[in-house]
């Protein structure tokens, strides 16, 4: 086992956008990994209420979008590891399998999942496996005292280690996304342009 630095940065995804893309390169950056693995989760057919969601279509959308950026970065690794496994994802049975590679994990969430963390399963476990980055994610409500409360009782109850990753807000979701591609209206501000290609391409989200 090493102590190589690894991210783990998992999510739905769909579609993925400019709001995942920035908080990616800020965490690789906040937190210095040395390889940063995205990983969209395995939802099964029968749980799943969008159209055009399907696993590997979710995945695709990843690989294409951190491969042809720009700003290519080849620590940055589209896992398939979650869709693979086709099983409901758990992200503790994830940082288990990581930990076998590395013991510094670190996992990334925005506000919206990190103040759900206490109803994650063995949510105790996953802050024992990972530290915690936290990256702010824009909200019509003020939630900064959330976050303060949350950050504390994670701390003094879990002995969880959290890391603020700083980041000029992003407030897009992929459900406005969705939406606005059902509208067939233009994104080019929010998915890149190959994406949105694939998207079209495959007629999802309609
Ligand atoms: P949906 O609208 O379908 O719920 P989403 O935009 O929230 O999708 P997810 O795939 O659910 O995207 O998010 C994956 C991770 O990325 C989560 O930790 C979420 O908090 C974070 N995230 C999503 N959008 C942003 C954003 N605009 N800024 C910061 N973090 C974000």
Known sequence: ????KIGIYGGTFAPVHIGHIRSAF?????CNLDKLFIMPNFIPPH?????????QTRLQMLKIAFSELPFYNDK????????????????????????FISNDLTLLCGTDNFLTLEKWKN?????ELAKIAHIVRPNTIDESD??????????????????DVPMAPVDI???????????????????????RMFIDKYNLYR
Not at 76 to 99: A, M, P, Q
């Open 26 to 30: 800020a965490f690789l950056s906040a």
């Open 76 to 99: 940055i690794i589209v896992s398939d590891f979650e869709v693979r496994n086709k099983e409901t994802s758990y992200t503790y049975k994830t940082l288990e399998h990581f930990k």
């Open 146 to 163: 959330d976050i303060l409360l949350a950050k504390e009782i994670y701390i003094s109850k879990y002995n969880a280690q959290i890391v």
């Open 1 to 4: 086992m090493s102590d190589v």
């Open 123 to 127: 949510f105790e476990r996953v802050f």
């Open 173 to 195: 979701s992929s459900t406005e996304l969705r939406e606005k591609i059902k509208l067939g209206e233009n994104t080019s501000m929010y998915i890149p342009g190959n994406v």
């Open 47 to 55: 749980k799943s209420t969008i159209q055009g969601d399907d696993p």
